[in-house]
């Protein structure tokens, strides 16, 4: 059975850091272009940063670039979103999902496989 679970969320204040991360079981991880996305209350799911399913693609929303970095190791089965100088406005629920191909555009109605998310809070 297909499955991504989240870990490393939490609260934490303004300028600090967290890193995400998104364990892949029953199936190869290797195959699969995998994305972070978050949903803020009252907001839609919208991207973050996608990784291809080598690692050699990225690409991260404007409201990240320079803060957050998208990584994966295959051979652990495990994609990593290392978050810096958190701001406020990062406060949400991030999930990890996972799309069967190389690539994938960074929407969340291009992939299929979910995690339940981990909360991020930022606040002082």
């Known amino acids: 059975q297909l499955q991504l679970v989240e870990s490393g969320g939490g609260l934490v204040q303004p300028g600090g850091s967290l890193r995400l991360s998104c364990a892949a079981s029953?199936?190869?991880?290797?195959?699969?272009?995998i994305g972070w996305f978050r949903q803020a209350p009252g907001k839609e799911r919208e991207g973050v940063s996608c990784?291809?399913?080598?690692?050699?693609?990225?690409n991260y929303a404007d409201s990240v670039k320079g803060r957050f970095t998208i990584s994966r190791d295959n051979a652990r089965g495990t994609v990593y979103l290392q978050m810096n100088s958190l701001k406020p406005e990062d406060t949400a629920v991030y999930y990890c999902?996972?799309?069967?191909?190389?690539?994938?555009?960074?929407?969340?109605?291009?992939?299929?496989?979910w995690g339940q998310g981990t909360q991020v809070t930022v606040s002082s």
């Open positions: 029953g199936f190869t991880l290797d195959y699969y272009a």
């Open positions: 999902a996972a799309n069967l191909g190389v690539q994938a555009m960074c929407v969340p109605r291009e992939y299929d496989y």
């Open positions: 990784i291809s399913s080598g690692g050699s693609s990225t």
